[in-house]
């Protein structure tokens, strides 16, 4: 059913892949309640939405698009949605805001339906593309950096060097040491059993433990957010939430097809600068998206942190399939999975390692060409400066088509292109985001 054969993989190979990436994003299933609940939504509530949204639109992944890739609602959405949707001064309560997420999904849908995201990821140029993977690697770098501390804030530069004796950047340098030791001795699932070594040590040191026991009763305390699609649809009208819908699906789109164009280049799933199976990946996060916001989360999106178990060795929708499951059984285990994802140290060195191995992609920018090479330079530069992808893509889709035109070779570009050129423009200069 995955082609397993096809792919040059094995049944072991996939499930450790698997486990890896699951193990890399897990944390959304604590950090995306935490920001929500600012919003005033309940806390259980989120916790059981963002499950049930990721195990659908992941399962979508594995079942129907045959690709490694994980769904989950996005970071930065999330942020979106609390503090500058509901927390904005515009007196939007959440059940309004979430009939907004659930609109701008059906749309998702309808435009995953068409070949309008299909041909956009086809009319996205080569070196854009290479730069959106380099991006991101470098992106998931300064997350497992930052997340451990080992980068903090500096009241002056921005960012500096935190304290290297703080138990949490100890760890994360021990479990940096010992996952790239079992990587170089090409230790076949090296990522996941560097996360369980540094756990095991973390256990050991009193960094983790299971105060809150292991398991817990799911519950959604205030049931669906979204009964009836009609009265959704009257919400957004009713409150003119156009730009709140339109940023969702403009961040969503970029969000997702950019990774998923960085993880497939990672695994060498493309075809001749295509992606095979490419309408049924974009359904996932759309469907995600909408049935997550009946439920009560933001958007859902790929996630980067798929590249984790790309890098482990993961190749098809078996990867994926392993992730959903593991979710779903998550459910039933909130306060170990609370424990684990709590403690950054134990992921981030996935994060750092597969962020330098996504950068390989700045290999094949055509550096020597300006107009072709400065565009990708934003887009790489952007991702982690701004931490967004979306941002990271809309530098350089403006960038692209202006010193096309200016060096007389606007014939060369896609006409998508150009549409997006302007639509990011007027995202970045007059909308929130």
């Not at 040059?8 to 193990?23: C, D, M």
């Not at 970071?75 to 979430?98: D, H, K, P, R, W």
């Not at 105060?211 to 799911?218: N, S, T």
């Not at 992606?275 to 009946?294: E, H, N």
Request: net charge neutral; proline share 5%.
């Amino acid at each position: 059913m995955f082609k397993l054969a096809e792919n040059q993989t094995r049944v072991k190979t996939e499930l450790l892949a698997g486990i890896t990436t699951f193990f890399t994003m897990v944390y959304i299933v604590v950090v995306n309640p935490v920001i929500l609940s600012d919003a005033g939504v309940p806390f259980e509530q989120v916790f059981m939405a963002t499950i049930i949204a990721t195990v659908l639109g992941t399962l979508w992944m594995a079942l129907f698009a045959n690709y490694p890739i994980a769904i989950a609602p996005g970071m930065g959405l999330n942020a979106y949605f609390a503090y500058s949707v509901v927390g904005g001064g515009q007196n939007i309560s959440y059940e309004t805001a979430f009939a907004a997420v659930f609109v701008a999904g059906i749309l998702f849908v309808i435009l995953s339906l068409t070949p309008f995201r299909e041909k956009l990821i086809d009319a996205i140029p080569d070196n854009l593309k290479h730069g959106i993977t380099a991006g991101i690697g470098l992106f998931i770098a300064f997350i497992g950096l930052r997340l451990t501390k080992i980068i903090t804030a500096h009241p002056t530069n921005l960012v500096g060097l935190g304290d290297l004796h703080a138990p949490s950047a100890v760890l994360t340098l021990i479990g940096l040491a010992v996952t790239l030791i079992l990587m170089v001795l090409r230790v076949n699932g090296a990522l996941f059993f560097g996360m369980i070594i540094t756990g095991v040590i973390a256990y050991f040191t009193g960094q983790l433990s299971f105060k809150e026991g292991w398991v817990a009763i799911p519950s959604l305390p205030e049931g669906l957010m979204i009964t009836n699609p009609i009265t959704a649809f009257g919400d957004v009208i009713q409150h003119s939430l156009y730009a709140v819908v339109f940023s969702f699906i403009l961040v969503t789109i970029f969000d997702t097809t950019g990774t998923m164009i960085g993880v497939a280049n990672q695994a060498g799933l493309m075809k001749n600068g295509k992606m095979p199976r490419v309408r049924q990946a974009l359904l996932s996060d759309s469907i995600g998206t909408a049935v997550g916001a009946m439920f009560g989360t933001s958007p859902t999106t790929a996630y980067i942190e798929s590249s984790s178990g790309v890098a482990a060795g993961g190749r098809t929708g078996l990867t994926s399939l392993t992730i959903a499951v593991l979710f779903l059984l998550s459910a039933f285990f909130g306060p170990l999975v609370s424990a684990v994802s709590g403690l950054s140290a134990i992921t981030a060195p996935a994060l750092i390692i597969v962020g330098s191995l996504m950068m390989g992609s700045i290999a094949k920018i055509r550096w020597n060409d300006l107009d072709e090479a400065f565009p990708a330079f934003m887009t790489i530069l952007a991702m982690p400066l701004t931490s967004s992808i979306a941002t990271g893509i809309a530098i350089g889709f403006i960038s692209y088509p202006l010193l096309k035109i200016f060096k007389g070779k606007w014939r060369e570009v896609h006409p998508l292109v150009y549409v997006f050129a302007v639509l990011f423009f007027i995202q970045l200069a007059f909308l929130p985001h």
